[in-house]
């Protein structure tokens, strides 16, 4: 079992649409929760970080549940800016272990 | 400064080439790292500095050998490579405190003919 797992996609939603990805976390010493989004062929950028009691950043809305080892980005009203890979990150015991990533498109 | 810089940008050489790769940042980060990412894969960790020593390094080939001279730069000295190699390798920095991310420099898109 991989150690962090996303659904890869390709989602491809409308301007304006509501996206929602997710993940889960094998190592439930995991301490800390992120998610970074990637432009083809550039570095990934901090997009958030994640709380058990859920944070919002604009249109961004991030969720960790500890217990099910699981965390969620909700993207509300989408822009065409949004188009990027979308990369689930657990921290722990020094490192950063990325998910597979997401691809999401958003159409015109 | 909020960056990680990296040089070069991109990097042609051959099998029996030595080239040496570079990161630096000055936002006081203690931790900086060496990452490679394969096309249409998530970055993989190669080596971990934590107060410029090293602290995790991910069963990686010894033809890469990495070199921390401060803490604000790290190098990543390569040797014999292979093709399979080529990839874009990426820098990246933290406060090495629980709850904060890393930045990561533009990359070194390498490649080995």
Redesign the interface.
Known sequence: RKEVEQDPGPFNVPEGATVAFNCTYSNSAS??F?W?RQDC??????LM?VYSSGNEDGRFTAQLNRASQYISLLIRDSKLSDSATY?C?V?GN????????TRLTIIP | DTEVTQTPKHLVMGMTNKKSLKCEQHMGHRAMYWYKQKAKKPPELMFVYSYEKLSINESVPSRFSPECPNSSLLNLHLHALQPEDSALYLCASSQAKKGFGYTFGSGTRLTVV
């Open positions: 301490q800390s992120f970074y062929r550039k570095e990934p950028k901090l970080s990369l990150v921290s020094e490192k950063l272990t990325f998910g597979t990533g």
